[in-house]
C-alpha cells in the first residue's frame, strides 16, 4: 500500500485527524495545539501569562515552556498582574533560584515592569483584552492562504509590529514583533492553523462567535 501523501505541513495523528506539523506527535504538545493555540482569549490573567511566557520562549522551544508552565504560574503568582507588579528584589533572587523555570534574571525582572506596564494599561483601556484586542488585523490584510510556506515565512505581521512599538512605548519589554506575533496566534488574535488541520475551522467557529472586548 503506498502511503499518503500529505501537504507538507501536515501530520495525521493516531486518531486519523491532520494537525499542523509542529507538535510532531507528542501528545503533551498535541493537546495544546487541540485545545488551546488559535483560541481567542478575553481573560486578563491568561492573556497576560501568554505574552509573558512568549517573551521567556525567546531562544528556546515552546515544549520546554509548555513543560514548565505549571512551575511559572506557582511562582509568579498565577499571573495576577497586581501580585506579580508587587515583587521585589527578594521576589527576583527567589525567582533565580528556581529550578523549575527559567532562571534568566533579565526575562524575570520584565515580568515585574511588565506587570506594571499592564496594570497601567487596565487603568487607561479598562482590561488588558480590551487593549490587546485594539490590534487585530482586518480580514483583508492577512495571507489569503495558509500552508507551511506562507506560515514559515511570516514569523511577524504589520500588527505584530504595531503592537510591539506599541507596548515598547509603553514601557514594555521582551515584546519584539516575533514575539507579540507568536502570543496573537497563541491567544487566537489570528487562526494560523494550516489549511488542512482539522482544528483551524473549530478555531474560526470560536473566534466568529467570540464577543470581542471593549
Not at 501530520?11 to 487541540?34: I, M, S, T
Request: hydrophobic share 40%; glycine share 8%.
Amino acid at each position: 500500500m503506498i502511503a499518503e501523501e500529505l501537504p507538507k505541513g501536515l501530520l495525521r495523528g493516531e486518531d486519523g485527524r491532520c494537525r499542523c506539523w509542529w507538535h510532531g506527535g507528542e501528545p503533551f504538545y498535541q493537546a495544546y495545539h487541540d485545545r488551546e493555540w488559535g483560541r481567542p482569549v478575553a481573560d486578563d490573567r491568561r492573556l497576560f501569562e501568554k505574552i509573558v511566557l512568549e517573551g521567556f520562549q525567546s531562544g528556546l522551544s515552546w515544549l520546554t515552556i509548555l513543560r514548565k508552565r505549571e512551575n511559572f504560574r506557582a511562582a509568579f503568582a498565577h499571573f495576577d498582574a497586581e501580585a506579580v507588579a508587587r515583587f521585589g528584589p527578594a521576589d527576583v533572587e527567589r525567582l533565580l533560584a528556581d529550578a523549575g523555570i527559567v532562571r534568566h534574571r533579565g526575562k524575570i525582572e520584565s515580568t515585574i515592569n511588565n506587570a506594571r506596564r499592564a496594570l497601567e494599561v487596565t487603568e487607561q483601556f479598562g482590561s488588558l483584552a480590551a487593549y490587546v484586542w485594539r490590534f487585530e488585523p482586518d480580514a483583508a490584510a492577512r495571507p489569503t492562504r495558509f500552508d507551511h510556506a506562507t506560515l514559515t515565512a511570516n514569523p511577524t505581521s504589520a500588527a505584530s509590529k504595531a503592537l510591539s512599538k506599541d507596548l515598547k512605548a509603553r514601557g514594555w519589554s521582551f515584546v519584539g514583533p516575533t514575539t507579540v506575533y507568536a502570543f496573537m496566534q497563541a491567544m487566537g488574535m489570528v487562526n494560523d492553523h494550516l489549511e488542512g488541520c482539522y482544528v483551524r475551522a473549530e478555531c474560526e467557529a470560536d473566534r466568529a462567535a467570540f464577543v470581542r472586548p471593549g
